[in-house]
C-alpha cells in the first residue's frame, strides 16, 4: 500500500500528460515552446550571400503605384551582373508591352526564376510564356500552422516544379547538400524583419551600387511595403509580420548552411523517465524545501539544455517535462496536505481517547482504594485528598484544551477551506473556519446550517453529485481532483477541489475529506494575458493595415473634400502605425534583438533621403530646408535605414513645431575622428531645465500640443545613435530647438 500511494502522483501527472497528446494540445505546446526558445536565443547573423532587394514605402513614392511598370524589372537586371542567382517573389501572370524588353533583359543576365503559385484546386499560376522560356520555375508554397504562423516548409516539389529556394539553388548550378531531403522542415529563423542584408529597389535602379556588389551572392527581389500584403507572422516575431521575400531568403539560408531546426524527442522521454524516478524515490523521503530546491534546478537545467541545443540547430518539447516536474509534484504536494491532515484527526482521535481511559482509570483506582482500603476513605475525604484530585482533574482538562486549541489553530487559521462528512450518512463532522467564511459567502441563506454532503453537491452545480457519489470509500488510494466555478455575492470565483477517502483506525468511521483551493487569480491572470497578446497582435495591427490600404487607394479614386477626407484617414492611420512601430523598435533596440547592421555608405545620402522625405510636409507651412553638406565624405559603417528614421524623426519634429515661413537648417560636418550632424528651427524650443530630460521614454515636452504622441521619438533616435555608438543632445540655444549628433568614424 505504501508503494502504491507513492505512484498516485506520477500516474495522475503522466495521464494528464497523455491527455496533452489529443485535440492537437501536444503540437500547440510544442509550437509555443519552439517560439519562446527563438526569442531567448535572439537574432543570429544570417549569411551573407543572400542579398534582399525590397520594394519598400520610399520605392513606391519615387517610381509610383504599384505594380511598376515591367521595363524597371529590365533596368534592374542590367544592375545585378555578377550575381550568382536572381530570384523574383512576385508574379508575372499576364503578358505585358514591356514583356519584350525584359525577357531581352533576363537573356543577358545571370540565372533569373520566377515564382510559381497554386490557386484553387492546386491550378497552377504561371507566369507569361513570353517570359517563362528565359527562367526556371519554383513555387512559394509555405506550411502555415493552426495558429496561422510559418514555422515549416515542404522542399518537395509540385506537379514537376520545385520550391522557390530549391529552384534558386539548381538554377545557380549548385546540388542540394546530401544531409538536406526534400521533406518537411522546420524553418531556423535568424531574427525579425530585415534581418537579411536589405537594399531598397529604387536605390539598386538608380545604380548606387557597383555590380561587384553583387558578384557571387544569391539576389532575392520582393515586396517589402506594408501596402502590398505579402507578408506572415512566424516563430521568431508575433506583432510585426515578416515579409515573404525575407522567409524565403531564410529557408535558403537554411539550405546552403544545412541549417534546419531537427527534432529530438528522445530527450524528452529521457527527462520524463528521470522525473518519474524522482517522483516515486525522492520526494516521499525528502523534506518539502529539499524537493523544491532540486525541482526549481532541474527546471532551470531543462530550460538551458534546450538553449544550448537549440543553438546546435536541435530542438526537443522542453514544455513536457517541465509539466510533468509540476503536475505531480503539486499532486503530490496536495497529498502530504491530506496525509498532514489525516494523521492530525488520528492523534487528536486517539489523544481524546487516553485521556478517556486515564479519567476512568483514576475513577477506577479511587473506587477500588475506598472499597478494599477503608483506612484511607478519611484521608480521600480529607481535604488535601479532595484537593489532589481535583488537581487531576485540572491537569487533565488542561491537556485536552491545549490539544484542542492547537487543532483549532492549525486546521482553522493554517490550512486552507477542510470539510470532512461522514461517508455513511451524509453528515458534516468537521468544517474548518476557512470553510465556514467560504460557506457563509457562497450560501448566505444557508449561513447558520451546516452542510450535508447531499447540500454540498447540490449547491455547487458545477459538480455532477452522482460522480462524487462513485467515489469507492473501500479504496483509501482513491483521489478525484475537480474544478468548479461559483457564483458568490462578491463575484464569480474558480476553486479547485481534492477528493479524499478518510477512515479512522479502531472504528467503522469512512469518510469524505474535500480541499478547496482558491484559483481564480490565476484563471484571470490567464485571461489578460490572452487578452493583451490578441488585442497587439490582431486586434489592432491588423485592422490598421486594413485601414491604411483602402485609405490609400480612396486618396486615388475621390476628388474634392472626400479625396481631403481619406487623406486625413490616411494621416491618421499612419500616425498610429507609427507609434506601434515606435513602441515595437524600442523594445526590440533595448533587448537587443535587433542588432545594428554595419555597412559602408556615404552619410550625405542619408541627410539627402530625409530631406526629400519630409520635403512635402515642410512645403505645406512654406518652410525652407536649408542643406549645408560636403560634396564626398568618408564611407561610414553603420545601418542607413535606422539613422535615416533617426534623423527623418528629428526634421519631422523641426517642421511640426517650427512657425509657417520659417527656416530648418541641416549641417554635416567630417572631422578627424567622427562626423557632426546638427538640425536647426526656428520653432518653440526647449527649456533650459528640459534639455537633459528630453530624450526619457514617455517625455512630452511643456511646450508641446497633448496630441503630439506618447513621447517616444526622441527616445527611439537616443536609442538609435547610441546602437552607433555616438551620442546626441539637445543644445541651449537662444532661439529654436538644436539637436547636434556625433558619430565616431570607428564604432564595432
Known sequence: MRWLKRLIAPGLGMFLLWLLSFGGLHDIVANESMDLLFRL?????PDQRIVIVGVDEPSLSALGRWPFPRRFHGELLSHLHGARAISFDFFFPEASADDRSLSVAMQAAPPVLLPVAFVDNDEALLPTPSLSGYAGLGHIETLLSGDGIVRRVSLAPKKGIPAFSVGTLNISGLSMPSDVGLQEHIINFYGSEDTFLTLSYKDVLAG???????????VLIGAKALGLGDSHVTAFTRITPTPGIEIQATILANILNQSFISTRPQFTFVLIGIIWLLAVFVWPEAGERRNLIWNGFFSGFIVLLALVLFYQHLFFNYAAPLLFLVIPYLLHLFQAVVDATRHILQQA????????????????QESVALVQMPGKVATLLSPGGIQEHLQRLKNAARALSFQHHFLENLLGKELPPIILWNGRNGKMVFANTAFNMFWRAF????????PSYDTFTESVGALRQEEMQDVDLADPSEVNIFDIQVHMPQGRRFLQGNLHHLSVPGTDFDGILVVLQDITDIKELERVKDEVVSIVSHELKQPLTVILGYGQMLTEGLGGAERMYAEKICGQAERLNRMIRDFLDIARLESGRQQVKRFPFPLERVVDEALDTIKTSAAKKSIRLTENTPTKTTPYLGDEALLIHAVLNLLDNAVKFSPAETIVEVSLQEEADQFVLKIADQGPGIPKEELESVFNKFQRGSRTEKDDGFGLGLHLVHQIIEGHRGTIAALDVPLGATFEIRLPKENP
Open 41 to 45: 536565443r535572439g537574432p543570429v547573423k
Open 208 to 218: 548606387r551600387y557597383s555590380p561587384d556588389f553583387f558578384r557571387d551572392r544569391f
Open 349 to 364: 482521535y486517539e489523544l481524546d481517547q487516553q485521556l478517556d481511559e486515564r479519567l476512568q482509570q483514576t475513577y477506577a
Open 443 to 450: 450560501s448566505p441563506e444557508q449561513a447558520t446550517s451546516s
